[in-house]
């Protein structure tokens, strides 16, 4: 006799032996007791991995960038991974004392803390978590998130440490994923995918051939290949282009670049701008057909690209075989000291890539949300992607305004000791309260360090404000040289650039250079018990100028984040401060 109760098309349900009318109902299939018990025990070694008290873990695998450790339990990985089966039973296991450097465990590629926390979570629970928040979207708002640099960047770290920690399940899901979206991603980014597959050689063969694929029928130049790909790959793409006659009609075919460019770009990548003068004086070609400042934007240090540029001779607006002007390179290298070069230069921020992008679209297309939008901890730099993106948004707002450091100047008096002084005190308050910004404005302008608060020489030991020179301005009679002159042109250049590149920065700082007695409050010299109470009420004062002011900044721009987290710093020098005067009048 069959006792199952089903369902009939009548609404009826059969027992076997009667039959009755009823109202439709919904049976639940019993659940299957060993399904189960596995979904548990998921959960229950999931809860293991996400709990804050470490559940007696006994190893921890350090991620340097982001200063980060994460536990984990040698018998649930090694059971789970042969790698790391072979890593924890190792002969130098013992001696690492339970720290493994992440990059010692995966040498060849740099994986993120969220691609390593989403492989170790499968490990543990045997479920593949939904791709994290923030993590995998751009900051551009009309970016479907679907394949931009960031989602790129994820799926390609999950693959590379799934392979390398043999986890082949989970390279084969990732692989399908890239897969999927592949025809979506920036041929660009397609070069990081295709090098990561790779690595994985044949667990990845699928993926190897498509991007392959999509590259051969590319407009990327061969330079750009050589830098981003093994030469096996280079010459099977190049053949591969031969074949489909797709060769015929590009630079590359008549052996670009030639051996003369070839000669410059390798005089760039040893730093020697020099070397390259010489070789354009041979005049094979020049910077502009070299493409030379299109090479030093995009491999080369910063200092090396400014030389370069100082050289006056190469269009800064030029295209290269791509359509990318230099600063749209610039945007892709992601270097905001290289970006403000260019616009100082004359660089166009509204110039359009041959598909209709700006740089700073491109800018924002590779920046992940999460990094753009975290608030900056006290005594660490703003991130470069969202300096990247600040710097190109203001260009893009505005010209620059020649000079305009001179209006906040002739706050500070006509005395030129005072200007210096005040320059001085700028910048050093801006190290302090801007740390990313101000130096990347400082090393535009080429300036070395400051006097921090204590301008004496004398007095100041801080090692990062040390100088060649130990000038104290406060000293009287005080004698104007051609160096203070040299220092006052630098110093100056780097409040007019961070006045064009970061408004919202210079206001907070106007608000507090502006008043009249700051630079005296700098120096505590041999005061007598009334000034001392006096500078010390003036100190209190301007805390509560400084607190206001960030409070103000933060009601008027919606990304503040780094003014109000730093704020805390430059307060704790100003009540050190306080407290020695406090001192000292009781002397």
């Known amino acids: 006799m069959d006792n199952r109760i089903g369902l009939s098309d009548s609404n009826e349900i059969s027992n076997g032996s009667s039959t009755c009318c009823t109202e439709t109902l919904s049976v639940p299939k019993p659940p299957n007791p060993g399904v189960s018990a596995l979904e548990q025990l998921s959960k229950t070694l999931e809860s293991i991995f996400q709990s804050d008290f470490d559940f007696y873990a006994d190893a921890k695998i350090i991620i340097s960038a982001p200063n980060r450790e994460i536990p984990v339990h040698r018998c649930i990985l090694s059971a789970r991974s042969p790698f790391f089966k072979t890593v924890f039973s190792g002969s130098g296991a013992k001696e690492k004392r339970g720290n493994f450097e992440l990059k ?27 791709l994290p928040e923030g993590v995998c979207v751009c900051v551009d708002e009309d970016c479907s998130h679907v394949a931009c640099r960031p989602a790129v960047d994820f799926m390609v770290e999950v693959l590379y440490a799934s392979f390398t920690f043999q986890v082949p399940e989970l390279v084969a899901l990732y692989q399908r994923h890239l897969l999927d979206i592949l025809d979506k991603v920036a041929i660009d980014d397609i070069l990081i995918v295709l090098s990561v597959a790779n690595i994985c050689d044949k667990a990845c063969a699928r993926l190897i051939a498509r991007c392959v694929e999509i590259i051969v029928k590319s407009n990327l130049d061969m330079v750009t290949l050589d830098k981003a790909l093994p030469q096996d790959i280079v010459k099977q793409i190049t053949d591969a282009r031969t074949e489909l006659g797709l060769e015929l009609d590009t630079p590359e075919s008549e052996g670009y670049p030639d051996k003369h460019v070839k000669r410059i770009y390798q005089a760039l990548d040893s730093d020697d701008v020099e070397l390259v003068r010489m070789l354009l004086k041979e005049g094979h070609t020049n910077l502009d057909d070299a493409h030379a400042l299109h090479y030093a934007v995009a491999y080369c240090d910063a200092k090396t690209t400014t030389e370069l540029l100082d050289l006056g001779i190469a269009d800064i607006n030029r295209r290269n075989t791509r359509g990318y002007t230099v600063l749209h390179v610039a945007a892709m290298r992601k270097e905001p000291k290289i970006i403000v070069s260019l616009l100082t230069k004359g660089a166009q921020p509204s110039d359009l890539t041959l598909d209709g992008r700006k740089a700073v679209q491109i800018s924002k297309r590779l920046t992940r949300a999460a990094d753009y939008y975290r608030s900056t ?74 006097y ?136």
């Open 104 to 130: 010692e465990l995966a040498k060849d590629f740099e994986i993120g803390f969220d691609a390593l926390v989403a492989v170790l979570a499968y490990l543990y629970s045997g479920k593949v978590k939904p």
């Open 377 to 450: 901890e006290e005594g660490k730099a703003s991130p470069k992607e969202r300096l990247c993106i600040d710097i190109l948004e203001q260009a893009e707002r505005r010209e620059p305004l020649l000079g305009e450091a001179s209006l906040s100047l002739a706050m500070a008096g006509d005395d030129l000791r005072m200007k210096l002084l005040y320059l001085e005190n700028r910048v050093a308050l801006a190290k302090v309260l801007f740390p990313m910004e101000a130096k990347v404005v400082m090393d535009i302008a080429q300036v070395d360090g400051t």
């Open 452 to 587: 921090e608060f204590l301008l004496s020489g004398k007095h100041n030991n801080n090692a990062g404000a040390r100088r060649t020179t130990t000038v104290d301005l406060n000293e009287a009679p005080f004698r104007l040289q051609e160096e203070h002159l040299n220092r006052m042109r630098a110093l100056s250049k780097t409040v007019e650039l961070g006045k064009r590149f970061f408004p919202r920065c210079s206001e907070v700082l106007n608000r507090i250079m502006d008043a009249d007695d700051l630079s005296q409050l700098a120096y505590v010299g041999n005061d007598t018990p009334g000034e001392r109470r006096r500078k010390k009420q003036r100190y209190m004062e301007l805390q509560e100028v400084l607190l206001k002011a960030f409070d103000d900044d933060k009601q008027e721009f919606d990304r503040s984040t780094i003014c109000s987290s730093s704020s805390s710093k430059f307060v704790g020098v100003m009540r050190s401060n306080g407290k020695l005067l406090k001192r000292r009048s009781k002397a």
